[in-house]
Nanobody
């Protein structure tokens, strides 16, 4: 049973920082692309950032220059460093990963709440 477990969400004031982590556990062969998505109140789920196994990255326009995605392949973990947070960053953040176990499947974490107060 493959699971993605997120941590690091919480309440922070505008201008502050948070670091999210997402670790994959269970039995699998390898992990491909990993990413973070978010669902802000009243909006559809959107891409925040994604990273390939070889550290190529892509960011949503609203977070470029403020957020940084990284991964530790030895720990099967992806991170999201969020700086200069704004109230509009408030939402539930989900990680996802493409995992071969065998066959390729996309897994999602349970979500972690990020709240930015003004």
């Amino acid at each position: 049973q493959v699971q993605l477990v997120e941590s690091g969400g919480g309440l922070v004031q505008a201008g502050g920082s948070l670091r999210l982590s997402c670790a994959a556990s269970g039995s699998f062969w390898s992990i491909g692309d990993m990413g973070w998505y978010r669902q802000c109140p009243g909006k559809q789920r959107e891409l925040v950032a994604r990273i390939t196994r070889y550290d190529s990255t892509d960011y949503g326009n609203s977070v470029k220059g403020r957020f940084t995605i990284s991964r530790d392949n030895a720990k099967n973990t992806v991170y999201l460093q969020m700086n200069s947070l704004k109230p509009e960053d408030t939402g539930v953040y989900y990680c996802n990963a493409q995992i071969w176990s065998p066959g390729s499947h996309t897994y999602w974490g349970q979500g972690t709440q990020v709240t930015v107060s003004s």
